[in-house]
Nanobody, 124 residues
Framework: EVRLVESGGGLVQPGESLKLTCTASASTFENLRVGWFRQAPGNDREAVSLISCFDGTTYDADSVKGRFVISKDNAKNSVYLQMNTLKPDDTGIYYC?????????????????WGQGTQVTVSS
């Protein structure tokens, strides 16, 4: 069982930045594949950025490329999402999710563990 705890959401104006943190209670953190997903009202949950805690391979959705950076710190069992140049369309609940082993995937159904979510609101 892996427990994920997110932090760092909030209300910001367009163009500003936020950094989300996901901390995992996993004894084998390096075996995790971790994704940040977001869900806006009325929309499906979508994959934003993914990272392999094993080899650092990453994936970013086209909508966030060049603005968001996903990273990890194995010593702290943590994955981060640095979000820059935020837009109103980035508004939503951001979830950290993870599964063990395998290849990175954008399919939410593949992720076995989910955090409680943190709200990000971008508005002037």
């Amino acid at each position: 069982e892996v427990r994920l705890v997110e932090s760092g959401g909030g209300l910001v104006q367009p163009g500003e930045s936020l950094k989300l943190t996901c901390t995992a209670s996993a004894s084998t953190f390096e075996n995790l594949r971790v994704g940040w997903f977001r869900q806006a009202p009325g929309n499906d949950r979508e994959a934003v950025s993914l990272i392999s805690c094993f080899d650092g391979t990453t994936y970013d959705a086209d909508s966030v490329k060049g603005r968001f950076v996903i990273s990890k710190d194995n010593a702290k069992n943590s994955v981060y999402l640095q979000m820059n140049t935020l837009k109103p369309d980035d508004t939503g609940i951001y979830y950290c999710a993870a599964f063990e082993g395998g290849y990175l995937t954008t399919r939410a159904a593949a992720y076995d563990y989910w955090g409680q979510g943190t709200q990000v609101t971008v508005s002037s």
